[in-house]
């Protein structure tokens, strides 16, 4: 009589120390090839933290839940972006460019908050989800959520405080006369919502400080790093253009030029203190691969 085979078991994992999925997955299935467990993100049966991975150099930090689904597991419903972090109480994703945050009056469905929400609750029908902060619909990158309304207060209402650092990509035309340095102005924006640099402060002016650092150049274009002291609408885009170097594909600010049809802006460092339990929380995005289209080798 032929044995029938029985699949492994559903196993669930955490991680001890920061890593990448890949090496984890290796130590942790043993007795498989590398192309097997290779396998095993390429047929969505690997989760992180709830959601489904199929990076090998997704990033593991201490306390990271990691699931191995048996072949015949479906895996949850996949969104068209990646969700980075997700615990008990929050949950961030990778916003792609073009996307907005939340609806606007012409857009109430596709959205990176309805999406989310909606994804959320197929695996958890009584969730809810609550907007932190908004990213531009041009602007790729990092975005935190909140799974209920107290824990969104109290991000919201000490964000200040909580936020210990928020970190930008962007390509810029052009380059800055300084590898490095520090922006400041204080910002007013008109009625048709077009933000403004002025050296003068008011009640209706608000301060903004930016760093930056450049980090490659061909001349042309420029990759900056930048990091804001003040989280002000529109800051990093005015603040470029005031530099004479505004931000690639920026035609409201300034930029001449849209040679690959988008905004050249990635919010892709957030750290700060998670409001339930105290520790840090540092989130990483990695650079947008059509950014690399702009130099000529790989930045």
Known sequence: ME??????P?????????????????EAVRGKS???????????????????????DTPLRPGSRVTILPPDD???????????YEDEYLLAIEKPAGLLSVASDRER?????????DALRLREPDSRL????????DTSGLLLFAKSE???????????????ERGYLAVAEGRPPQAQGVIRSYLRETKTHLVYSTDRPGPDAK??????QVRKTNGTYTLLELFLQTGRKNQIRVHLKDLGCPVVGDRRYGGAKSPIGRLCLHAHRLTFTHPVTGQTVALRSRKPRDFNRLFREEV
């Open 3 to 8: 044995r029938r085979k029985t699949p492994y």
């Open 10 to 26: 559903r196993r669930e994992l955490t991680a001890e120390g920061e890593t990448t999925l890949l090496p984890f997955l290796l």
């Open 34 to 56: 590398r192309n097997a467990v290779k396998g095993l993100l390429t047929h969505r049966q690997v989760l992180v933290d709830g959601a489904v991975c199929t990076r090998h």
């Open 74 to 84: 479906p895996a949850p419903a996949d969104l068209p972006f990646p969700i980075c």
């Open 109 to 117: 469905e596709r959205t990176a908050w309805r999406m989310t929400r």
């Open 130 to 137: 609550f907007v932190v902060h908004r990213l531009d619909q």
């Open 150 to 164: 107290g824990v969104k207060d109290a991000l919201q209402e000490n964000w200040e405080a909580l936020v210990q």
């Open 207 to 212: 301060e903004a400080i930016t760093e930056y």
